[in-house]
């Protein structure tokens, strides 16, 4: 964890003709690098509510969400067959994050409505996307619900439900924990300002999360440059057996 | 100390890597085996991608192999001639093997036939090696000497195309060698490993070479046959993740040498039985993760990539 300066201020208004009241956003940092002594890092978002006109009625609730890049993947299920376990049924998920942590100042299903949640994809299992599943397994409810559960105990999923403190309807702060096994890309951070179980503002900013130094050229090697990627692993690993091998003898005969 | 792998995009801790390289080479150096087949499933364990995992421990296996191939041939304990025999056939067999890789892979169901390769042969391969060397070392109490060497004279030997191995003192047909070559090169390529607690066995029980041959004869094939699958999982599927590598094969290279040190002093049957018994343990191990109700039923994969 390492603390980093204010790197964004931004003020940008979502849904204008409405807006009575918008947020003003503050993240801990706009990128989180990857290098080779990275373990996971805390990531500070903060904000303060900007109102033009005096706060209209009903208590304020606000949602934050992180979500990590979106992958393509199958889910697969064990049954019992001929006394082994083996993978039986297979879902398809078109669309997953890689990570999604949402924080709230109240448990979601208190503060957001069913309408909202779908339209903006705030909880978790609206942000896994499973198109085209319904076809291939009867119970696709359960393997979404196993892929929150396989994934929220990595630290990949994270519901925050009262993370979000909120002062005096105005001043609001929260931290996300990201794992030490991150994967490269735009993570997009959204804010929802909620009334009554609706959404009533919205922010949008995003933190790149990206490799630096020797990790981020390894990688970029990796991928550009298959082959000689591979030859290099090979000398490197044919170096080291034939060093530890000469630097042996030379301890034995000296 | 935590550091971060750039391929397998997770942080993990420098010594316990350097600490799982270090002894698994020893088992390398000891018995001639990659250690492939424990060190993959030590790596899922400490939540590297399986895909990974494989692609990442046959460059290890290129360096413990290395090191431990340099002690023996400094000790003339490799049979060139039939290492390359059997290199031919390992190779064959890799390309066929790593396609059935893939089809497996894309149905879902490669774990599983990895796993019962594994329990199958394991099973196979640790309870002749145990049982055959329990006698063995049993004989060699009772008449208090080592065994006579008997002369094998079977199928192997009346095959046409013979060649003389001089090495091994042996002098058979180029047919069986480069047959189990192909077999192993086929199942190490499914299996994610060097093949050498396939080799060795074969090498020992079907083609009669001596004990001490075995072992350096053995690394001498896995080194090619690794090299070529880290060469293959680095442009089909980009797995090989070289700081992973680096830190298992920093501990590998130092735990060969010891092992070969420590081959020296144990004798071929008691080298055997303890082969034996490491091998079964890991397919007591396997079999009964086959059997129990596993605690997670579901599991996830990237389709494509990893």
């Known amino acids: 964890m390492r603390a980093l300066l204010i790197a964004l201020l931004s003020f940008l208004p979502f849904l204008p003709a409405v807006a009575e009241e918008t947020v003003v956003l503050g993240l801990s940092q706009d990128k989180v690098s990857i290098t080779t002594r990275f373990d996971g890092s805390n990531l500070l978002i903060f904000g303060a509510i900007k109102r033009e006109a005096p706060m209209p009625d009903g208590p304020l609730d606000l949602i934050v969400t992180l979500a990590g890049p979106t992958q393509a993947i199958t889910v697969r299920r064990k049954e019992r067959r001929f006394g082994i376990w083996v993978n039986a049924e297979a879902v398809p998920m078109s669309q997953a994050p890689a990570f999604y942590a949402v924080a709230s100042t109240a448990p979601l299903p208190e503060i957001l409505n069913n309408v909202d949640d779908l339209r903006h994809t705030i909880t978790i299992p609206r942000a896994i996307r499973a198109v085209g599943a319904t076809s291939v397994a009867q119970d696709v409810e359960n393997f979404i619900d196993a892929l929150v559960r396989i994934r929220m105990n990595k630290g990949q999923y994270q519901i925050l439900e009262g993370a979000v403190r909120l002062d005096e309807d105005t001043l609001f702060r929260t931290e996300i924990t990201l794992p030490s096994a991150l994967t490269e890309g735009v993570y997009p951070t959204r804010i929802f300002l909620l009334r009554n179980g609706a959404v009533v503002a919205r922010h949008d900013a995003v933190i790149n999360v990206q490799k630096e130094g020797i990790e981020r050229s390894l990688f970029e090697m990796s991928r550009e440059q298959p082959l000689l990627y591979g030859i290099l692993s090979l000398v490197i690993a044919v170096a080291a057996g034939w060093g530890a091998s000469a630097f042996f003898r030379m301890i034995r005969q000296a | ?306």
């Not at chain 2, 995992?53 to 431990?68: D, N, P, R």
């Not at chain 2, 790593?98 to 036939?113: E, N, P, R, T």
């Open chain 2, 1 to 306: 100390m935590q550091i971060y792998l750039p391929i397998a995009e997770m942080a993990t801790n420098a010594l316990l890597l350097l600490g799982l390289g270090g002894f698994v080479g020893v088992l390398s150096g000891l018995f001639g085996v990659g250690g492939g087949f424990l060190l993959t499933p030590l790596l899922f364990f400490i939540g590297v991608p399986p895909a990974v995992a494989v692609g990442t421990q046959s460059s290890q296996i290129v360096a413990s192999s290395v090191s431990g191939l340099l002690a023996h041939l400094r000790r003339k304990t490799v049979d060139l001639k039939m290492g390359s025999v059997l290199l031919v056939g390992g190779l064959a067999g890799a390309l066929p093997g790593v396609m059935l890789f893939a089809w497996l892979k894309s149905i879902g169901q490669v774990d599983l036939v990895v796993q019962l390769c594994y329990v199958v042969f394991l099973g196979i391969i640790g309870g002749l090696m145990f049982i055959e060397s329990l006698a063995a070392l049993r004989r060699a109490k009772k008449s208090g000497g080592a065994p006579a060497r008997r002369r094998y004279r079977n199928w192997v030997h009346t095959m046409p195309l013979k060649m003389r191995f001089r090495v091994s003192g042996l002098y058979i047909s180029i047919i069986p060698p480069v047959l189990v070559g192909f077999a192993v090169g086929l199942l190490s390529s499914i299996m994610g490993v060097g093949g050498g607690f396939i080799m060795v066995p074969a090498m020992i029980y079907i083609l009669h070479m001596p004990t001490k041959v075995v072992v350096g004869t053995s690394l001498f094939q896995i080194l090619f046959v690794a090299a070529f699958t880290a060469i293959l999982h680095a442009t089909t599927n980009y797995t090989v993740d070289i700081v992973l590598a680096l830190l298992l094969l920093i501990g590998g290279v130092i735990g060969a040498q010891f092992g070969a040190q420590l081959a020296v002093w144990l004798r071929a049957e008691q080298l055997r039985i303890l082969l034996a018994g490491m091998v079964l343990l890991v397919c007591f191990k396997l079999a009964f993760d086959l059997v129990l109700t596993p605690s997670e039923l579901y599991s996830v994969s990237a389709v494509g990539g990893h």
